[in-house]
């Protein structure tokens, strides 16, 4: 089955900087690669993510990049701010049928600070 | 812009005791999924759902869990027999019939003594 591994499991950066989280997968069909933010006690929130047919995508501050041929994806944060202060999740989908699963990360908790 | 609602938000429950978890997922959307979540720990995947029939379980998904899909809205997970080791965070997602994108619910906290 997919196994997802993500790092660092912690990361604390100043705000106005930048953050970088990566993730590295072992299934090489899987083909949809998400990014899930976690506040504390809530939901997994989706916030961006990317198909395997491109290579990056972005979203005002944030953005994903791919690259297949190494299997890794890295999640990027630019002009970090309090409110991004979270824990985040990679996953991806082993691609075993239309009904995939998410197999996701060990998660990488965010702080942002002052 | 419709969300995913569980039922309750938290449940607290004696060994042994049987409990079911409660999800509405959006109201379009065709696959439904429940995740639990260790404190501390990573989402793992539980059993997803097209069609009224189970489509793939994970190893925690055993004998003593049972999902179904009742009405036209609801969406239930079922512990039969909880256990201790059952304390967790459990979250329902859906997905449309089209894309990739899963939505989760804000979670059940379940809490076996």
């Known amino acids: 089955g997919e196994n997802v591994e993500q790092h660092p499991s912690t990361l604390s950066v100043q705000e106005g900087d930048s953050a970088v989280i990566k993730c590295t997968y072992s299934d090489s069909a899987s083909n949809y690669f998400p990014w899930y933010k976690q506040e504390l006690g809530k939901r997994p929130q989706l916030i961006i993510d990317i198909r395997s047919n491109v290579g990056e995508k972005k979203d005002q501050r944030i953005a994903v990049t791919l690259n297949k041929t190494a299997k890794h994806f890295s999640l990027h944060i630019t002009e970090t701010q309090p409110e991004d202060s979270a824990v985040y999740f990679c996953?991806?989908?082993?691609?075993?049928?239309?009904?995939?699963?998410?197999?996701f990360g060990t998660g990488t908790r965010l702080q942002v600070t002052l | 812009e419709p969300e995913v609602t569980q039922t309750p938000s938290h449940q607290v429950t004696q060994m042994g005791q049987e409990v079911i978890l409660r999800c509405v997922p959006i109201?379009?959307?065709?696959?439904f999924y429940w995740y639990r979540q260790i404190l501390g720990q990573k989402v793992e995947f539980l059993v997803s759902?097209?069609?009224?029939?189970?489509?793939?379980k994970s190893e925690i998904f055993d004998d003593q869990f049972s999902v179904e899909r009742p009405d036209g809205s609801n969406f239930t997970l079922k512990i039969r027999s909880t256990k201790l080791e059952d304390s967790a965070m459990y979250f329902c997602?859906?997905?449309?019939?089209?894309?990739?994108?899963?939505?989760f619910g804000p979670g059940t906290r379940l809490t076996v003594t």
């Open positions: 996953a991806a989908p082993p691609n075993t049928g239309t009904a995939s699963k998410l197999t």
């Open positions: 759902f097209y069609n009224n029939e189970i489509s793939e």
């Open positions: 997602a859906s997905r449309r019939g089209s894309g990739y994108e899963q939505y």
């Open positions: 109201s379009n959307h065709l696959y």
